[in-house]
């Protein structure tokens, strides 16, 4: 997985999730396949280098990869497997934060 600037891949992914543009074009490229940056732009209230620069955001986080098409086009896909870390990272925040709230109602109860 890509290293952000801090050289933290995991956060590299979040920060790219924090994003909702970046989330939604996640979220097209779960329902399409693939894209381009053209595609995108025809879609967002926004320009053609904004979009470019949320692709690469998510290119840099590792979460998507790009390849060239005709001309100078790229279709953009799924990195494969890119989100499991950061899915991890959730499911075991998750259990702990359940754990400790367990214990602590458990107490609340008890005494």
């Not at 920060?15 to 732009?41: C, F, H, N, Y």
């Amino acid at each position: 997985m890509p290293v952000g600037a801090g050289g933290d891949a995991l956060g590299a992914v979040f920060a790219a999730l924090a994003d909702p543009t970046r989330r939604l074009v996640l979220s097209t490229l779960i329902a399409e396949g693939a894209t381009t940056v053209p595609a995108l732009t025809a879609r967002l209230p926004m320009s053609r280098q904004a979009v470019a620069k949320h692709m690469a955001t998510l290119g840099a986080a590792g979460l998507v990869t790009g390849d060239r098409g005709t001309g100078r086009e790229i279709r953009y896909r799924l990195a494969p497997g890119a989100i499991a870390p950061a899915a991890a990272w959730i499911r075991e925040a998750e259990a702990a934060w359940d754990g400790r709230l367990e214990r602590l109602r458990r107490r609340v109860e008890e005494g």
